[in-house]
């Protein structure tokens, strides 16, 4: 168990320097093999939720053959109770950039792309703006890596890293098959780093800061700062920035109501922690992690209603294509509906369970593999409330 | 050399080359590993998951087909987890599958259905989502049907339209629980860019794309005293019946064919290889006039390269896509509708049997016929030139329903007349075959000698399932009448499966090749791969068919279309002569232009 506090951060949001693009300008006076050695000795995990280690991702990348290579920011912010990135480009859009300009010219590619959810289509003009001071600074500095805005069109699997892709070249938004990985074959088939907005952000802060000092935050699995988005039976929801590897019953000490029953961690794809388990889940890559989302529930809500809630949201957005999502979705709902309504017997939902983790281990993408963090956390944890 | 790949599959070393799959690598080791939506033609989409293996040290499940071999991996095929999760996958396509087997048309030909046999899928673990979906079933078609509540969603149909035919008349509509197999704002395949060429069909592993089979309407016009049944068959089917008759790939069965045809009740057995040696007379010398009009007239009006028409997939396709070349294809009817035009007239006559009691029935390796044939332009017998049409597999079950020990009938011969043919018609089954036709008969014609390669055998321009194949053929020494020609080099282009047919047409379009004659069948291999024929279909089988085509050609007796004697007797007592007056009534047609979409 962690013997970890909460503490509150103030790194991603924190003010921008007071020269422009200057931690970019110092950066680049670097060498390649000097930014990818701070990024590893910093520790840093990607920050979308599954915390693939950012340096090897660029390393890979890196080490790919390739005259043509790109960086992909996924800003397309799809998971349920998620709205940090959001965030992050309407304040901080220029470490964003920064940080995507210092991961082309690691990787040696010509240019970015940012992939923005369909609903942050508000923030293009601004977005725009700051873009063309960053395209003017790139010049100064004479640095070749235009960024281009893509505009995704509202459909959750398309934050998928290959879907995401598919997307981007006109097509139909479905996962592809791996390997290959994006290191190797990512947008237009070509070596790409594919990283949350967020992940960006913390590679401009190690530049800024120094690996050592990064470091000093968070947890051996888990160093840094995180952003979360607080929602639900909160008296204070919105966006915090905390230190990674607290231990939950803090969290909930800080954000519940008084009667907090459960935490969903990481969205409709991640897992639920009940009341009692609380005091030892560590909030971290060692404990659960979380692309962000943090929804709280109190004593008055329906743990079956949560579930039927997700189950209905990835029925419609599951892709479709693999068997054990498109289908697997629509039996998972079905067959708790049955039970409550009595129309199956409460033994069905051991052949759920068992369904859901061949999901787990079959599907094509995250999505169908990640169903079964919240059915089998919820079914498990409340089985009373999915029968009676 | 390729790397080598060192790896374990249920306990067996196996080396296998850089890039190979674990499915590959297992079936080097004849170890079954089952698969939906894996098919050899085509690219790999590892969607339906069925065939899932166990990698040691990983926690997923890797799908076999999509996850190249890896050195020092350690599979299990058959582990239980493996067999947990197959069951589970194979229950789930179940759940969401209209499963009524005994009322499907793929009733024991159906790979999922073979699936669940062999997994005893009869605990129904899940409960039934059918009733849940709002399946619909595209009836207006007058070639394919569309049966959604069949639908696998593994997609084999989708890859097969945009892969092999460029076509894209089937993509992925929706997502999740509404995901579906779609046409162009859900019109039916009747009203969009579908060339009814059936490959979807081939290649379908369930009963959701099946041919509209006229079974029925043909045994009641067998037991209709009051009709005269002609049957034609074509070139690929003899090559390929028998193995939808449970004999081995690539068997000639033309005798055996005709044996079963004449004991399933037809009043007279007849062979679309006779037009097709008409249509080699007609198209040969359409050939010559466009030539003759393009180098002496200087007429600038006359369409140049003269594309083959016998090949309903490929009209359709260019009706769709390119439409401006409308003009280049030969005004000849195809060999079946040659024939149906000719069997209401010339054979009514002769036979003294009124038209209007003529049932003209053929027998097509294709689905497209079936469109073909009910074209409002061709009832130019003033009848509809062609009743019915049925595919290869359609007649595998007559023969069937009718008991007949197929491999035991014995070889008979076709009718007479309009049943005598040659080698020459024989190869319009193969890519390639009509060029070769034309060649034999057209250089013939002009010079007075034969084509001069080895034994007939114009081998540059049989085609390949890989290429747009290209030759050119020098004329020389020819006879007076022809003198425009001497010294012409004729080039050729041949192109089958209608993705090279687009890359051919455009290369046309965009002045990068300049030909004077192109043949196009719409699919692989020609129509040896044609949609109607029996399934499964892949390289291997459509080769062997080949090799049988051009086996029947070397064995026949006649091999050049105009020594045909059915030919000159038909000239002589009816059609007068190529491209006069009769002929452009019944043997020739025209052309729509239509929509992209």
Known sequence: MSEQTLKRVDLIFGEYSNEKYKVLATTLERTNEEILKDILESGLRGRGGAGFPTAMKWKYTAETPGDEKYVVCNADEGEPGTFKDREILLRVPRKVFSGMAICGRVIGAKKGLMYLRGEYKFMVPELMKELAIYHEHAKMLGLDFPIEIRMGSGAYICGEESALFESMEGGRGEPRNKPPYPTTSGFMKKPTVINNVETFVNVLMIMRLGPDQYKQLGTTDSRGSKVFSVSGDTPIPGIYELELGMPLDRFVDEFGDGDTKAVQVGGASGFCVPRKKFKDTVIGFEGVPTGGSMMIFNSSRSMYNVLHNYLEFFEEESCGQCTPCRVGCQQLLKGIVAVKKGEKKAVYLDQLMKLSESMKITAKCGLGQSVANSFSSIVNNFKEEMIY | ?597
């Open chain 2, 1 to 597: 050399m390729a790397k080598k790949i060192n790896l374990t599959i249920d306990g067996i070393e196996v080396t296998v080359d850089e890039g190979a799959t674990i499915l590959e690598a297992a079936r080097n080791l004849n170890i079954h590993i089952p698969t939906l939506c894996y098919h050899e033609d085509l690219c790999v989409a590892g969607n339906c998951r069925v065939c899932v293996v166990e990698q040691e040290k990983v926690k997923n499940l890797p799908a076999s087909c999509a996850t190249p071999a890896a050195e020092g991996m350690v599979i299990h095929t058959n582990s239980m987890k493996v067999r947990m999760a197959r069951k589970h996958i194979v229950e789930l396509l179940l759940s969401e599958h209209n499963a009524d087997c005994t009322k499907c048309y793929k009733n024991g030909n159906c790979e999922l259905q073979g699936l669940a046999s062999q997994m005893l899928t009869g605990d129904h673990l899940f409960l039934d989502l059918v009733p849940d979906k709002k399946y619909t079933i595209d009836m207006f078609n007058t070639a394919i049907i569309k049966d959604d509540s069949r639908c696998i969603r593994c997609q084999r149909c989708v890859r097969t339209c945009e892969e092999l035919q460029s076509v894209s008349a089937l993509g992925v509509a929706y997502k999740g629980n509404k995901m579906k197999i779609s046409t162009f704002f859900e019109h039916s395949l009747f009203e969009v860019v579908c060339t009814n060429c059936g490959q979807c069909v081939n290649r379908c592993p369930t009963g959701a794309l099946i041919e509209r089979n006229y079974i029925d309407q043909v045994w009641d016009a067998i037991y209709d005293p009051t009709k005269h049944v002609v049957v034609q068959t074509a070139p690929a089917v003899r090559v390929a019946l028998g193995e939808a008759l449970g004999m081995a790939t690539g068997k000639i069965v033309t005798g055996k064919m005709v044996s079963a045809l004449r004991r399933l009740g037809f009043s007279s057995v007849l062979d679309t290889d006779f037009t097709a040696d008409l249509t080699i007379i007609e198209e040969g010398h359409e050939l010559l006039t466009r030539l003759k009009r393009a180098l002496v007239d200087k007429d600038p009006t006359v369409s140049l390269p003269m594309a083959t028409s016998c090949s309903p997939g490929w009209i359709k396709f260019i009706e769709h896509t390119f439409p401006e070349y409308l003009p280049n294809l030969s005004t000849c009817k195809s060999p079946q509708q040659m024939f149906g035009a000719l069997a209401k007239t010339y054979y009514a006559q002769k036979r003294k049997i009124n038209p209007k009691d003529i049932v003209s029935v053929s027998i097509m390796p294709c689905t497209a016929k079936k469109f073909e044939a009910n074209r409002p332009e061709m009832r130019s017998s003033g009848y509809k030139d062609v009743d019915f049409v049925l595919t290869t597999r359609e007649l595998g079950i007559m023969i069937k329903q009718a008991g007949l020990d197929f491999e035991e009938l014995p070889e008979e011969k076709f009718d007479s007349f309009m049943g005598s043919s040659t080698g020459a018609a024989v190869i319009f089954g193969s890519t390639g075959g009509v060029m070769e036709a034309a060649l034999r008969t057209a250089y013939e014609i002009v010079t007075g000698r034969e084509v001069p390669f080895d034994g007939l055998n114009i081998v540059p321009v049989r085609g390949t399932e890989d290429e747009v194949r290209e030759a050119t053929i020098k004329i020389e020494k020819v006879k007076p009448e022809w003198s425009f020609l001497e010294g012409v080099e004729l080039k050729c282009a041949v192109a089958n499966g209608l993705a090279h047919a687009k890359t051919l047409m455009q290369n046309v379009r965009d002045g990068k090749a300049t030909y004077h004659f192109i043949e196009v069948m719409a699919c692989p291999g020609g129509c040896l791969g044609g949609g109607g024929q029996p399934i499964p279909t892949n390289k291997e089988i459509r080769t062997k068919r080949k090799m049988a085509i051009y086996e029947e050609d070397l064995g026949m007796p006649i091999r050049k279309s105009h020594e045909n004697p059915e030919i000159a007797e038909i000239y002589k007592e009816f059609l007068e002569k190529p491209l006069g007056h009769k002929s452009h009534e019944l043997l020739h047609t025209h052309y729509t232009p239509r929509k992209r979409y």
